[in-house]
């Protein structure tokens, strides 16, 4: 666990050795130490539909959030709203010390932002090997990116065994798998995981956890919308809880841990 984090945007205020005195005037935060990630006052609609209303997040660098709550609370709109899927109505998006709310979803992807959507998202026709090599930056050069791959295959030795084959012919799991596999292979700044473990069998559940923990390792954060609550739990530092539209609260897991777990509908 990595709760209580030094660069924890949640600890404002709070001291910290070889911070500045009580007394002297509060600097702003340095660059690196503003969240990764802020949602300020974001109202989002589809269409006629008001779907959030007034949210406001932040995901501190290094750091996992949970997103949690019922049904319809809106949390896979937030998903969209941070990738820029779904635009904001109101309010504002920062990324890495840039205000992004108008920046298109591909540039959003160029700055960092990844997403691992509900469902599958594997290029079918491509076959695995060429499903995870695409991510892979170009001046990265052949053997760093042979690296990349097997580092992925390691985390993954059943997409190994299919490297070969047609993304479109694998199971649903495994294209699930090849998708989180390929963000092994580039790592970004932030990943925004909805609901990867949808429909997937307990052990696939395990090594997809196993590889949200090696990728937030690797120093990536992670804004994760999670159905297993007590897995989002044991991998975030950070919950919010969501429902229709709003934040009803947010905190340190070990503060909302309790609240999280005795929800209804959760
Ligand atoms: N494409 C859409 N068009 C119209 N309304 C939508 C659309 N997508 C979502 N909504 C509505 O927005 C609200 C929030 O939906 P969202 O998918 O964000 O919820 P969620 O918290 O992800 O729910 P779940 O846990 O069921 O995935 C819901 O009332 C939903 O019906
Ligand atoms: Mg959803």
């Not at 779904?86 to 920046?103: K, L, M, Q």
């Not at 540039?107 to 959507?117: F, H, N, S, V």
């Amino acid at each position: 666990m990595s709760a209580g984090r030094p660069d924890d945007g949640f600890n404002d205020g709070a001291a910290t050795p070889g911070g500045p005195s009580p007394s002297a005037p509060a600097p702003p935060p340095a660059p690196d130490q503003a969240p990764l990630l802020e949602l300020e006052q974001v109202h989002a609609a589809y269409g006629p539909f008001r779907a959030l209303f007034g949210v406001s997040i932040a995901v501190p660098r290094k750091s996992v959030v949970a997103l949690l709550g019922p049904n319809g609370a809106g949390k896979s709109t937030v998903a969209r709203v941070v990738t820029g899927l779904v635009p904001v109505s109101s309010g504002r998006v920062r990324f890495d010390g840039r205000d992004v709310t108008d920046v298109r979803t591909y540039q959003r992807a160029r700055l960092g932002i990844a997403y691992a959507p509900e469902g599958r998202s594997v290029f079918s026709t491509l076959t695995v090997e060429e499903n995870l090599a695409l991510p892979a930056r170009s001046d990265r050069g052949r053997a760093a990116t042979a690296a990349a791959l097997e580092k992925a295959f390691q985390a993954f030795p059943q997409l190994a065994a299919r490297r070969r084959q047609r993304a479109g012919t694998l199971s649903g799991g495994e294209q699930r798998m090849l998708s989180l596999a390929s963000v092994l292979v580039e790592p970004p700044l932030l990943l925004v995981v909805d609901e990867l473990s949808l429909g997937l069998a307990a052990v696939v559940i395990d090594s997809v956890f196993q590889t949200l923990a090696a990728i937030r390792d690797a120093g990536t954060s992670l804004l994760i919308v999670e159905q297993h609550v007590d897995r989002a739990l044991s991998l975030a530092d950070h919950v919010v809880l969501l429902s229709k539209g709003e934040v009803v609260r947010q905190g340190p897991v070990d503060e909302m841990r309790a609240l999280a777990t005795s929800l209804p509908g959760m």
